[in-house]
């Protein structure tokens, strides 16, 4: 069931919430029922305020934020936690004339909270520990301790499952639905992802939204498999599929302290997922980020067989289609420390010659291109970098490439030929050493 909590209205914008359908769909984290949006169902809350007043767990406060400030500062003077002090809990005074006054949630004087954790375990809290909580704020709108609280009741929520940063708003909503008469669900506080100075993660590591690690390229399933490995555990086991997180997944097997993220960890997962997929289904993963590169790949090989050779240098699907790029196009630049080096006249009969023998070929096809540039090598008594360096520099632009009979053979003979040649050119052209 899918709630979006938007009751906040500055922070709950469409785009923000948006970003968690988007987030969701991409994970291929589907939902049976939803979404429902709280902002719909005010009437509902405005209802269980009303019951509350009238039932005389909750009270009308007509503090202003200049007396709430002055609260505080007297309780920090005082070396006392700053909180509201129930100035209004029992008044039967007139209120001031021209103030519209919060509802406040009337929290039990005495007594404890025991917050039956799934995770952490027993969590006691004193009620003189918590102050009387706004549940709803002088313009008519609910707050998020009385929303959820209703929902969870009216869904009839079985689990909260959630960050550990919620474990100081869960007491207060337990005494809520106490006061609501209605059952309590299983609380289960998630610990927090850290940074690596063991800080909660934020936007200052460089923490970012889900999305984004679509932009960067890791497939939904890596970054699924990552985050769950990252809060929990399954004997010794790393790698789980779809099926396996959810028939293995428990809560005793969450970790009671936070796990530091791991940009290199994640790498690893991604890597182990681009190497595991099927071909046919990661070349679909990978085609639109070749199309944003401007690539037509319907002139060339398939995909398919790009992606199933590029696989085993990849990390992210970026890094695959940033190389898939020259099985369809020609270099237009070479990397430039390596042409220096490459690119002399000296090379030029090398190239000349490799071209020769595959030009001679029948088949174009792996096995003949490797032995093709073997009696090269054998025929000029060369070592075989004096040709494999150029030549993957003039057929890729760049240094790196996956073994070159395999990386020929997709580009195919007339567009490696074509390449070879323009690089001689550039070879013929070079400046004497």
């Not at 429902?36 to 007509?62: I, N, P, W």
């Not at 929902?151 to 940063?165: A, F, L, N």
């Amino acid at each position: 069931m899918l709630r979006i909590e938007d009751t906040d209205r500055a922070r709950s914008t469409k785009e923000s919430v948006q970003a968690i359908l988007d987030g969701m769909q991409w994970l291929g984290l589907d939902y049976d029922e939803g979404p429902f949006y709280q902002t719909e169902h005010f009437d509902r809350y405005r209802e269980v305020v009303k019951q509350l007043m009238e039932s005389g767990h909750a009270y009308h406060c007509y503090c202003t934020p200049a007396e709430l400030d002055a609260m505080r500062e007297e309780a920090m003077a005082n070396k006392q936690k700053p909180r509201y002090n129930g100035y209004w809990r029992d008044r039967t005074d007139t209120p001031p004339a021209g103030v519209d006054p919060v509802v406040r949630f009337r929290n039990p004087a005495d007594g404890q909270v025991v917050i039956k954790d799934a995770v952490k375990g027993d969590i006691v809290v004193e009620n003189s520990e918590l102050d009387d909580l706004i549940i709803m704020r002088s313009d008519g709108t609910p707050t998020y301790n009385l929303t959820v609280v209703v929902d969870d009741m009216d869904m009839k929520i079985s689990h909260v499952i959630r960050g550990d940063d919620h474990v100081n708003n869960t007491p207060r909503q337990i005494n809520i639905l106490a006061a609501l008469g209605a059952p309590l669900p299983v609380y289960a506080h998630l610990p927090m992802i850290l940074g690596e100075d063991g800080k909660r993660l934020s936007k200052r590591h460089g923490a970012v939204s889900v999305m984004q690690y679509k932009d960067d390229g890791y497939m939904p399933e890596a970054l699924l498999n990552y985050l769950v490995r990252l809060g929990w555990s399954h004997q010794d086991q790393e790698l789980f599929s779809m099926e396996e997180m959810q028939s293995l997944f428990s809560l005793e097997g969450v970790n009671r302290s936070g796990s530091v993220f791991d940009n290199k960890k994640l790498d690893w997962v991604s890597q182990h997922y681009l190497q595991n997929t099927d071909k046919d289904n990661l070349s679909s993963q990978l085609l639109p980020y070749v199309n944003e590169r401007g690539v037509d790949t319907s002139q060339g090989p398939a995909l398919s067989d790009v992606a199933d050779l590029l696989r085993e240098r990849s990390k992210t699907l970026n890094d695959m289609a940033d190389a898939a790029k020259y099985f369809y196009v020609a270099p237009t630049q070479y990397d430039e420390k390596a042409s220096k080096k490459q690119f002399k006249a000296v090379t030029s009969p090398v190239l000349k010659s490799i071209m020769s023998a595959f030009d001679g070929l029948s088949s174009w096809e792996a096995e003949p291109i490797q032995q093709a540039m073997n009696d090269t090598v054998e025929k000029l008594e060369i070592g075989f970098g004096r040709l494999g360096q150029p030549l993957r520099l003039a057929v890729t632009g760049g240094t790196a490439s996956p073994a070159m009979d395999e990386t020929l053979a997709l580009i195919g003979k007339a567009s490696t030929m074509e390449r070879i040649a323009a690089a001689i050119v550039i070879c013929e052209n070079a400046p004497e050493a």
